[in-house]
Nanobody, 127 residues
Framework: QVQLVESGGGLVQAGGSLRLSCTAS????????VAWFRQAPGKEREFVAS?????????YYADSVKGRFIISRDNDKNTVYLQMDNLKPEDTAVYYC???????????????????WGQGTQVTVSS
């Protein structure tokens, strides 16, 4: 069973940037479609962005992050990234990466679609 590990979270001021990384313990992340979700205190976990395993660089985004976040992957490095720019206090949350081998476009925002999840990394944006 693959284990996903997120890194790159931290504390940043509003307007700043962070880059999150997601890797797979067994080196197989290139065989999965991957998404980022986030959960803010007192709120439900929500979809942020996703990228398919057969990827031409195109990502899918929640409206709240479109134009500020970019999801990408480097299959040679077994890593999926989430570049987050122009961060806002409302982006504060625990960010999770999730992976699935059979992702379809209509299901990218559905948590139950994803078989594997990381433990999460905290992102805090101060005003």
């Amino acid at each position: 069973q693959v284990q996903l590990v997120e890194s790159g979270g931290g504390l940043v001021q509003a307007g700043g940037s962070l880059r999150l990384s997601c890797t797979a313990s067994d080196g197989t992340l290139s065989t999965y479609s991957v998404a980022w979700f986030r959960q803010a205190p007192g709120k439900e976990r929500e979809f942020v962005a996703s990228i398919f395993r057969r990827n031409n660089g195109y990502g899918y985004y929640a409206d709240s992050v479109k134009g500020r976040f970019i999801i990408s992957r480097d299959n040679d490095k077994n890593t999926v990234y989430l570049q987050m720019d122009n961060l806002k206090p409302e982006d504060t949350a625990v960010y999770y990466c999730a992976a699935d081998r059979n992702l379809i476009l209509s299901s990218i925002r559905i948590e139950a679609q994803y078989d594997y999840w990381g433990q999460g990394t905290q992102v805090t944006v101060s005003s």
